[in-house]
């Protein structure tokens, strides 16, 4: 487990910045792609998705993918990300075009998370606009 040295923010609390960009690996070490966008729920404050491209080669014909950034582990030894998942099954997961983003819906959240065994996400309610009694927009 890393710890705070003081030089700086880090691992708990990171940039977006310091993290986009940064490698992905399954559990076996084969390489899965790069952090290119992380999605933050604007109403939670919290990071829904990391958007990983996987597939192409020198940037071209790359596919991008919306993984659950709770399903990725960082390694701050190695400055990457850890993703519990084989190649095949990545290249079959529901993915799309950097010109043509989904519309990130509840539904669409919940197939992701489906698709890579993770809870339902409660807070898609942010992205139908809704908010609780009591709850104000911050902008």
Do not use: C
């Amino acid at each position: 487990m890393a710890t705070a040295t003081g030089k700086g923010p880090g691992p708990a609390i990171m940039s977006a910045s310091t993290l986009i960009g940064d490698k992905v690996v399954n559990m076996e070490g084969e390489d899965l792609g790069k952090i290119e966008e992380l999605m933050i729920d604007t109403f939670s404050g919290r990071v829904n998705y990391a958007v990983l491209s996987f597939g192409g080669f020198l940037g071209m014909g790359d596919k991008l993918f919306a993984i659950p950034f709770s399903s990725l582990r960082l390694d701050t030894e190695n400055k990457r990300f850890t993703l519990n998942v084989d190649k095949e099954r990545l290249k079959n997961a529901p993915g799309f075009d950097k010109d043509d983003w989904p519309a990130m819906s509840q539904e669409w959240g919940d197939r992701i998370n489906r698709y890579y065994d993770v809870p339902p996400y409660e807070a898609h309610r942010g992205l139908r606009g809704e908010k609780s009694e009591g709850e104000t927009y911050r902008h």
